[in-house]
Nanobody, 121 residues
Framework: QVQLVESGGGLVQAGGSLTLSCTAS????????MGWFRQGPGKEREFVAR????????YYGDFAKGRFTISRDNAKNTVYLQMNSLKPEDTAVYFC??????????????WGQGTQVTVSY
């Protein structure tokens, strides 16, 4: 049973920063990708960022480019999302996801429970 546990969410003022963490536990095959999605109030879930096992393949959603940075520590089975210059429209529940080798990011194998990020004016 693979579990993804996020942490680091909270309340921050516009222009501020937050760093989210997500740690995977349980049996998961080597080489899995990790990433983040978010779902704002009344909105559909959207892609934020993802990173391959090796770290040499990274993608960001358009809104995240230049403000968010994804990184991972494979020794700790942990992925991070550094978020800078936060805007009220970044308010959402942020979900960690993991994809095993051979699977698609269109349907991640594993999801975290989500962590709330609220950006105030």
């Amino acid at each position: 049973q693979v579990q993804l546990v996020e942490s680091g969410g909270g309340l921050v003022q516009a222009g501020g920063s937050l760093t989210l963490s997500c740690t995977a536990s349980g049996f998961i095959s080597r080489g899995y990708g990790m990433g983040w999605f978010r779902q704002g109030p009344g909105k559909e879930r959207e892609f934020v960022a993802r990173m391959s096992w090796s770290g040499n393949i990274i993608y960001y959603g358009d809104f995240a480019k230049g403000r968010f940075t994804i990184s991972r520590d494979n020794a700790k089975n942990t992925v991070y999302l550094q978020m800078n210059s936060l805007k009220p429209e970044d308010t959402a529940v942020y979900f960690c996801a993991a994809v095993e080798m051979g699977s698609s990011w269109n349907n991640p194998n594993y999801w975290g429970q989500g962590t709330q990020v609220t950006v105030s004016y």
